[in-house]
């Protein structure tokens, strides 16, 4: 049986009570809700606010209960195990809930009817948009691979057709775009056709960048140097989003005996791979919002719409461990055919990576990570800057940098 330490830390697949409040069902039942919907979880009653184990009185009676109100109050009624731990003489009771796969799972009571999702250690209700996507969900489909109203035929795809045959130096199959997702069998784009489409008809689908004077958006006299806002195929947003960061960086470079050593103030491996992410996985149910570029001073912001899949926090996880979830499967599956990004997943590893593997990278300019349930935030920081204007300006070096060109001179 798992141990209690185990389940304790796993914020977002754990949560605990005091006693089986019957009166107020609601204070644990949302929890089972928001377990059903997101990933599951497990449940601990007997357990104080501070860790404190107290057990629960009359464990089989209060397991009953549990049972009943569980297949009252919850529907459709999920998948659970109850089980009783003792420890120190008390006895605890653990309801494990399965991730469901007929969501959404609601609780129902008074004449009110709500659905909760699990965000973080906190189970917080359901909005409209979270509702739409648990629909889907419950019918074992995805955003990009529904149909839209648009007709294959009334669009072009050249930027898919070049990319491919860049890729592969091959032409573009016969048939793929039906086999890959791209319209279905009545000759209807699906939503991933529509945002790969050269003229993308989803006009939220778009990228805003901007390069912000100073540290913030309201960095001086201009707040902001250049902005630019693309639309169309997810592929052009790509390739300009890229363009926009090449334009806006520069680079340090130091000539030696038998070549130029170079030190970039981003890694185009990292942000490319953060751009890829932020469209692929983006949240395109979230029709007012666009993916964000923003270019400061001392770091790179890469937003996009939506949350972990799973409703996690990532900063709340090991980076390097995070198992592949796909909001999005056929764009996903896309990208990797035209060699954007890979089916395994390793997306975070790569931008860690990128960085680390920098002649000019420092401990304590790692990238970050941050989501919520709306958004998700990757920041990169600024290799070359130091805060010192003067000597950014003049190209100041690292220390790293510079022990590594002693050696190359040695």
């Not at 141990?3 to 304790?8: A, R």
């Not at 057990?55 to 009676?61: F, L, S």
């Not at 209700?125 to 509702?131: E, H, I």
């Not at 990576?353 to 000019?360: H, I, L, P």
Request: hydrophobic letters at 35%; proline letters at 3%; glycine letters at 6%.
């Amino acid at each position: 049986m798992t141990k209690l330490e185990e389940l304790i830390g796993e914020t977002t697949t754990y949560d605990k009570k005091r006693e089986v409040e019957t009166k107020r069902p609601k204070s644990w039942c949302k929890t089972i809700s928001a377990f059903a919907n997101t990933t599951g979880g497990t449940l601990i009653f007997g357990v104080a606010d501070d860790d404190t184990i107290i057990g629960v009185r009359d464990a089989k009676a209060d397991a009953e209960k549990i049972s009943e109100i569980i297949k009252a109050h919850i529907s459709p009624i999920p998948n659970f195990e109850l089980h009783f731990y003792q420890r120190d003489s008390k006895t605890l009771i653990t309801l494990n809930v399965d991730k469901g796969e007929e969501t959404p799972y609601y609780y129902h009571a008074d004449g009110t009817t709500e659905a909760y999702i699990r965000v973080g250690n906190e189970s917080i209700p359901a909005v409209a948009m979270d509702l739409k996507r648990l629909v889907l969900r419950g019918r074992n489909s995805s955003f990009d691979s529904l149909p839209s109203s648009y007709k294959s035929s009334d669009y072009s795809f050249t930027k898919v057709r070049e990319r491919y045959k860049i890729w592969t130096n091959k032409s573009f199959p016969e048939g793929a775009y039906l086999s890959w997702g791209i319209e279905d069998d009545d000759g209807n784009l699906t939503n991933a056709g529509a945002l790969l489409a050269d003229e993308s008809p989803i006009r939220y689908s778009r990228v805003f960048c901007t390069r912000w004077n100073g540290l913030t958006k309201s960095g001086g006299l201009v707040d902001a140097l250049d902005h630019q806002e693309y639309s169309g195929s997810v592929i052009s947003l790509l390739s300009n989003a890229e363009a926009f960061i090449k334009v806006h960086t520069k680079t340090v470079w130091k000539k030696t005996d038998n070549s130029r050593l170079e030190f970039p103030e981003y890694v185009h491996r990292s942000y490319f791979e953060a751009l890829v992410n932020a469209l692929v996985h983006r949240d395109y149910l979230d029709y007012g919002s666009e993916v964000h570029v923003d270019i400061f001073d001392d770091r790179l912001e890469i937003y996009s719409p939506g949350g972990m899949f799973d409703g996690t926090k990532i900063q709340e996880r090991n980076i390097r461990r995070i198992p592949s979830r796909r909001r999005n499967p056929v764009l996903a599956d896309i990208f990797d055919r035209l060699g954007y990004m890979e089916r395994s997943g390793s997306g975070f590893g790569k931008i860690l990576d990128g960085y680390e593997n920098a002649v000019n990278f420092q401990e304590q300019k790692e990238p970050e990570f941050y989501s919520d349930s709306t958004m998700f935030l990757v920041t990169l920081p600024n290799l070359n800057y130091s805060g010192n204007k003067s000597a950014d300006t003049l190209c100041a070096l690292t220390n790293r940098q510079r022990e590594i060109l002693e050696k190359m001179e040695v």
